[in-house]
């Protein structure tokens, strides 16, 4: 095969350290929501230092808790919602031009966070959120590793788009 032929094939498979990307937030999402439901009932806390605990939440709703209590369609709203997102998402890192590297990552992380909370309303029936940070009595919304992601890549979409305008060599070929 002429080298030519190997760099196009090389370039057109550049997606998928994305994909890879996004299946490692995944596995350590699913893996850490795992622990936590293994080693806490419904409601535990641990206390971690002054300012974070460990808990057991369960999420019926979205970002902070929103829709928890719809009466049962948000399930299959935030489901569908989900789908959507990670299917939008998967195609616009197909066509994502590779110097888009913060873009890419970004995107990456937004698409394995989602899959991960996504995966869970499946199986569940609800988002498992254990990390609990809180300052003077008043505590943050609990999260998880798949809330992360979504929140880190959504900012650094915010940052590319705002500090790293494309160049016309960053556009796709028409």
Do not use: C
């Amino acid at each position: 095969m002429p080298e030519t032929a190997v760099k196009s094939d090389q370039a057109g498979l550049y997606w998928l350290r994305w994909m890879a990307l996004a299946a490692a937030v995944l596995l350590l999402d699913q893996l850490t929501k795992l622990y936590i439901m293994g080693q806490f009932s419904l409601g535990e806390s641990r206390t971690v230092n002054s300012f974070f605990n460990l808990v057991r939440a369960h999420n019926e709703g979205a970002a902070f808790s929103f829709l928890s209590d719809a009466g049962g369609w948000q399930r299959w709203f935030l489901t569908l919602v989900s789908v959507v997102v990670s299917a939008v998402i998967v195609v616009w890192l197909t066509k994502l031009p590779r110097q888009r590297l913060l873009e890419g990552l970004g995107l990456s992380l937004i698409l394995g966070g989602a899959l991960g909370n996504l995966y869970d309303r499946l199986t569940l029936g609800y988002v498992v959120d254990f990390l609990d940070f809180h300052w003077s009595g008043w505590h943050f919304a609990a999260f998880n590793v798949a809330d992360m992601g979504i929140s880190v890549g959504a900012g650094l979409i915010i940052v590319d788009a705002l500090f790293f305008q494309p160049s016309e060599s960053d556009q796709p070929a028409a």
